[in-house]
């Protein structure tokens, strides 16, 4: 009998492989991998120097999830290879929104809240008094979502203008769908507690509205990034030098095996064992499993056995995005910055478009007079803009199409890559968090072999699934 099997080898899974032989000395892993690699979305492709990204590509630093990533970083030796992006960067001031024909940057600072700035039609401080004054509803179910919290706190416009396009920006999704649990937790259980945000202040206290508290692994790489006030970073060789850092601990572990290109099947789990069935009928025995699949995937693994949880899993949706990296072989007249994001109700097939040249300019002196762009499209309106069949010429059409207009670029790029990355980000939509809660405590009360992580859960971001791996191997099982 195997010791634990994970199954994947993304982040999720590798996370939990370091955290688990860490804490266990004695213990074996197993990582069994659909595909042919480790890494999952996260690719990051070499090409004549550039990097190209094919998915996620910046970390934020930030909070005790950033923290324990910057501790893992250091942990894998990877802290000589970090580029860091500073908060006085363009890239890190620069984020703009596309709307009426128009591109505007979004508010960076507080004098920013005093101006009045289109798209908006009166300045942001108006606003804040708003979310500061205005009266409570109580909410059934202790979840609305964030779409709707943010227009009844703060106004149609905030919805529209800042917080759908940031959905976009994080999970491709709709702000309308989505619960408010996923980026302002506290904010909704302060107002569900309190008649106004005001009295909050008041009663709870400024400081209750920080993570304060907060037991964050102060690593050298924590102080260096705090000094030196980074935004975000990446990795010189692009964000997959991570997940390869993993892979390669792992490896030298000696407790841990990463079996490529073996995918399961078939899933039965008991009181104290589970059997794995593999895409080549081979069987494996282990004591427990731990996914960090799409909970979707794991829950039709389940569902023949506990239709229930099964059900549960696969209640938790995901989006398609089409990533389309360009390069062009002049300096774009562009305004420097992180990229834009397009508000849904704009209704165009862009999500958004990221400036990578002007983001990590660590490219080597040859390209200097060079643009890399990623345009991501489609999200939770993949199936109103695409077909399942729309190929490379169709996506490629569509990206040109429009960066003729928004951007007013009409030459075509010297290199173009299409992906789409089917069911790539889960959507935390109302009610998350309570379906969270009731597969945990279904695993619980069966006793199933079974843990959770990856991106699925607990946040989208790369800290995020981290700390999930981390997580899970405290918990042990759920
Ligand atoms: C376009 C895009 C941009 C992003 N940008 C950012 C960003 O800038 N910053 C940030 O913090 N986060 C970003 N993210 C999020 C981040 O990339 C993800 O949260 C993270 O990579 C998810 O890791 P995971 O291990 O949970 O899942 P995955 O990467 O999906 O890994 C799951 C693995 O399981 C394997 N697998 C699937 N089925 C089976 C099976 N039956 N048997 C065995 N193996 C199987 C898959 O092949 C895969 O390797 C982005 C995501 C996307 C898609
Ligand atoms: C347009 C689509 C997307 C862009 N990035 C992502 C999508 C779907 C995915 C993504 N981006 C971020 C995260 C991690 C969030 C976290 O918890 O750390 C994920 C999953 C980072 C991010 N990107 C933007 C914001 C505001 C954030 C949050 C954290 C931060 O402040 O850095 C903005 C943004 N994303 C995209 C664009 C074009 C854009 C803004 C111009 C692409």
């Known amino acids: 009998m195997s010791g634990t099997v994970v199954l994947g080898a993304g982040l999720g899974g590798l996370s939990f492989a370091h955290y688990y032989l860490k804490r266990f000395p004695k213990e074996t892993v197993t990582i069994l991998e659909a595909s042919e690699r480790v890494g999952g979305w996260m690719r990051s492709i070499k090409k004549n120097g550039l990097i190209i990204e094919k998915g996620p590509r910046s970390i934020r630093p930030r909070g005790l999830p950033g923290a324990n990533t910057l501790q893992l970083v250091q942990d894998l030796a990877l802290s000589e290879q970090i580029v860091a992006i500073p908060s006085n960067h363009p890239a890190a001031l620069n984020r703009m929104i596309y709307v009426n024909g128009e591109l505007h940057r979004l508010p960076n600072n507080v004098m920013s809240l005093f101006k009045k700035q289109p798209p908006f039609s009166q300045p942001l401080y108006k606003y804040l008094l708003n979310f500061l004054t205005s009266a409570t509803k109580p909410i059934p179910e202790n979840d609305e979502s964030i779409y709707s919290f943010v227009n009844r706190k703060f106004g149609i416009e905030v919805a529209d203008y800042l917080i759908s396009p940031l959905i976009c920006g994080i999970c491709a999704g709709d702000a309308k769908e989505i619960s408010v649990r996923f980026l302002m937790d506290s904010l909704f259980e302060k107002d569900q507690r309190h008649g106004t945000m005001l009295q909050a202040f008041v009663i709870d206290g400024l400081s209750s509205f920080g993570k304060k508290g907060e037991d964050v692994p102060k690593s050298d790489l924590y102080q260096k990034a705090a000094k030196e006030k980074w935004s975000i970073f990446s990795f010189k060789d692009g964000i997959e030098v991570l997940p390869q850092g993993l892979e390669r601990w792992l490896k030298k572990e000696q407790r841990c095996s990463i079996v490529l290109n073996k995918q399961c099947k078939q899933l039965e789990l008991s009181k104290n064992a589970a059997k794995v069935t593999l895409s080549d009928k081979s069987e494996i025995r282990a004591k427990h499993v731990v996914s960090s699949l799409p909970a979707s995937k794991i829950g039709n693994l389940v569902k023949k056995q506990y239709p229930i949880l099964g059900d549960l899993l696969n209640s938790i949706p995901t989006v398609t995005v089409a990533v389309v990296n360009l390069e062009y072989d002049k300096k774009l007249p562009i305004k420097?910055?992180?990229?834009?994001?397009?508000?849904?109700?704009?209704?165009?097939?862009?999500?958004?478009?990221?400036?990578?040249?002007?983001?990590?300019?660590?490219?080597?002196?040859?390209?200097?007079?060079?643009?890399?762009?990623?345009?991501?499209?489609?999200?939770?309106?993949?199936?109103?803009?695409?077909?399942?069949?729309?190929?490379?010429?169709?996506?490629?059409?569509?990206?040109?199409?429009?960066?003729?207009?928004?951007?007013?670029?009409?030459?075509?790029?010297?290199?173009?890559?299409?992906?789409?990355?089917?069911?790539?980000?889960?959507?935390?939509?109302?009610?998350?968090?309570?379906?969270?809660?009731?597969?945990?405590?279904?695993?619980?009360?069966?006793?199933?072999?079974?843990?959770?992580?990856?991106?699925?859960?607990?946040?989208?971001?790369?800290?995020?699934?981290?700390?999930?791996?981390?997580?899970?191997?405290?918990?042990?099982?759920?």
């Open 336 to 478: 420097p910055g992180f990229g834009f994001l397009v508000p849904p109700k704009e209704n165009l097939p862009i999500l958004g478009v990221i400036f990578d040249s002007c983001c990590f300019e660590h490219y080597p002196n040859e390209f200097e007079n060079r643009t890399l762009l990623t345009v991501m499209l489609g999200g939770r309106w993949y199936d109103k803009y695409f077909d399942r069949s729309s190929g490379d010429e169709e996506i490629l059409n569509i990206t040109f199409k429009h960066l003729a207009t928004i951007l007013n670029v009409k030459e075509r790029p010297v290199f173009a890559d299409v992906s789409v990355l089917e069911n790539c980000i889960p959507q935390y939509i109302v009610g998350h968090v309570k379906q969270v809660k009731e597969i945990r405590k279904f695993v619980h009360e069966h006793d199933l072999p079974l843990s959770l992580c990856g991106s699925s859960y607990d946040g989208v971001g790369i800290n995020d699934v981290i700390l999930s791996a981390k997580n899970a191997v405290e918990r042990g099982s759920g």
